[in-house]
């Protein structure tokens, strides 16, 4: 099994950046496939983004793409979210999950594991 911890939240003005990161613990980390969802106040969780555990299939919500690009590092067990052009609409907790083997971005239910999340405020 695997354990997921988020990092890099914080509060930026619209236009920033910001890199989260998901780091975890696990021997088969590089087999699991890893999505990122977001929840703002008042709204229900969505998916944001997902790659594959063989990094083939990178998958981004409409709202995002451009903007954010998920990324892997097996050999550090870390997967990145690296977001730029931040808006106001980006408000919101951010969890990474996973789920071994997954090809396909797949619902919030299909996911295994899950970090506590980390919280992004953007400034308008």
């Known amino acids: 099994q695997v354990q997921l911890v988020e990092s890099g939240g914080g509060l930026v003005q619209a236009g920033g950046s910001l890199r989260l990161s998901c780091a975890a613990s696990g021997r088969t980390f590089s087999t699991y496939g890893i999505g990122w969802f977001r929840q703002a106040p008042g709204k229900e969780r969505e998916v944001v983004s997902f790659?594959?555990?063989?990094?083939?299939?990178?998958y981004y919500v409409d709202s995002v793409k451009g903007r954010f690009t998920l990324s892997r590092d097996n050999a550090k067990n870390t997967v990145y979210l690296q977001m730029n052009s931040l808006k106001p609409e980006d408000t919101a907790v951010y969890y990474c999950?996973?789920?071994?083997?997954?090809?396909?971005?797949?619902?919030?239910?299909?996911?295994?594991?899950w970090g506590q999340g980390t919280q992004v405020t953007v400034s308008s």
């Open positions: 999950a996973a789920d071994r083997f997954r090809a396909v971005v797949g619902g919030e239910s299909e996911y295994d594991y």
């Open positions: 790659i594959s555990w063989s990094g083939l299939t990178p």
